[in-house]
Every structure is written in structure tokens, then in C-alpha cells.
């Protein structure tokens, strides 16, 4: 399952998958738009989820705070 959500002039993509348990495992990329074309990073969340709701919640509230603290005022090297 992926979810797509503008934020701040980047867009947050959250990625799902279903784990053997019936848990949730979320990854997200934030990609940045420019005249350039798409830059895109990308980023695993280490904890599971009982359900895709709070998987998608988690991973965008992750999104909104890596853009928050790395991206704002120009593009920032990460590690995730």
C-alpha cells in the first residue's frame, strides 16, 4: 500500500507491507521538486505496526519531522 501527502513543498510517500504476524513494516521517501527534476530520499522506520493506520500516521509524522529539522532552507545530506 502506498500513501502520497504534500508537505512544505515536498511530498511524503509512505510505503507499507504486511509482515508474517499481521503486523505492519513503513518505509517513506521525501521528495523534493525543482527545475532540476525530483530529488528523492528515502527512509525504513525500524518499528512494526499492528495496523496500516498507524503505520501511515507513523511514517508520516517521521516524514513531517525529518523535513521540520534537515530540509528546510535548502537540501541537507541525510542518513536514514
Request: charged residues 30%.
Given at each position: 500500500?502506498?500513501?502520497?501527502?504534500?508537505?512544505?513543498?515536498?511530498?511524503?510517500?509512505?510505503?507499507?507491507?504486511?509482515?508474517?504476524?499481521?503486523?505492519?513494516?513503513?518505509?517513506?521517501?521525501?521528495e523534493e521538486h525543482d527545475e532540476d527534476g525530483i530529488m528523492e530520499t528515502e527512509f525504513y522506520l525500524p518499528d512494526t505496526f499492528p495496523s496500516q493506520e498507524?503505520?501511515?500516521?507513523?511514517?508520516?509524522?517521521a516524514g513531517r519531522q525529518k523535513i521540520d529539522v534537515e530540509f528546510e532552507g535548502g537540501r541537507a545530506v541525510v542518513n536514514g
Open positions: 500500500m502506498k500513501k502520497r501527502e504534500g508537505y512544505k513543498g515536498y511530498v511524503i510517500e509512505v510505503r507499507l507491507s504486511e509482515l508474517k504476524d499481521g503486523g505492519f513494516s513503513a518505509e517513506f521517501s521525501i498507524s503505520a501511515i500516521e507513523a511514517a508520516i509524522q
